[in-house]
């Protein structure tokens, strides 16, 4: 077995073991964005899901990149992201004037931030669309087709796992615990600005360094964020520092 095929075997694991009791979303989410960039040929990727108003939601990215294109499609009210949640279908365009017939200030703000294709994958179960995988590339083609069939996967059963870890009142409890999620995602986004600011590593690094941290140390990143909004953890160079003192 390749190590590529080892790390696809290792994904789909990852993305169907939500039955756990410490299951964190926000991480979950987080492992599908950095995963779709090792294993796809894509420069990055990022995740939007509904809260329990039907509003779409930034919940993960794998760049800072990434993640303001999502919030600018938000603002703007126009990207794939969105024609892929509202149709529940993928949705790509095969090329730059295309992009740009479609999306006309999306994609002068995604050229802006150094790519040139966006195109988005669902994440659907049957009839129910829960959110959508968005994924970025610097060459203005499309993805291919055999790695556009693994995003697929990947998304799909990303949604599987989460709407069975909510199994006894599906859509109530996804709706509450996303909501949640998006509550500690305000709290990650403060954090890492925080520690931006103290450190002055970038924002991405930042965020790496927290996510590093609170693996090593065996907790949830919403517990380390409240540590650095609340200055218990002052600094996580490279998220190798060492458990702050009690």
Known sequence: MTTREQ?????FVDLADTLVADFDVIDFLHTLAIRSVELLDVSAAA????????????????????????LYQLQRNEGPCL????????????????????????????????????QALPMRL?????????????DQEPLAEADLRLGQAMAHV???????????????????????????????????GMLAERTGLPM??????MRSYARSHNTRLGEVAAQIIDG?????PGGDASRPPT
């Not at 009839?127 to 994924?135: D, F, K, P, Y």
Request: aromatic residues 4%; hydrophobic residues 45%.
């Open 126 to 138: 049957r009839s129910e669309t829960i959110g959508a995988l968005t994924i970025f590339r610097v």
């Open 83 to 118: 024609d892929c949640f509202r149709s529940g279908r993928p949705v790509a365009r095969p090329d730059l004037p295309a992009m740009r017939r479609s999306w006309p200030v999306f994609t002068e703000r995604l050229l802006e931030l150094g790519f040139a294709c966006a």
């Open 7 to 11: 790390l696809i075997a290792t994904t």
């Open 232 to 236: 218990t953890i002052d600094d996580l």
């Open 204 to 209: 991405d690094q930042a965020f790496r360094a």
């Open 47 to 70: 995740i939007m899901l509904a809260d329990q108003r039907g509003g779409l939601q930034v919940m993960a990215s794998s760049t800072e990149e990434a993640h303001l294109l999502e």
């Open 158 to 192: 990303a949604t599987v796992g989460l709407l069975q870890e909510r199994a006894i009142a599906a859509r109530e409890l996804l709706a509450t615990q996303l909501q949640a999620a998006l509550t500690s995602r305000i709290r990650l986004e403060q954090a890492k």
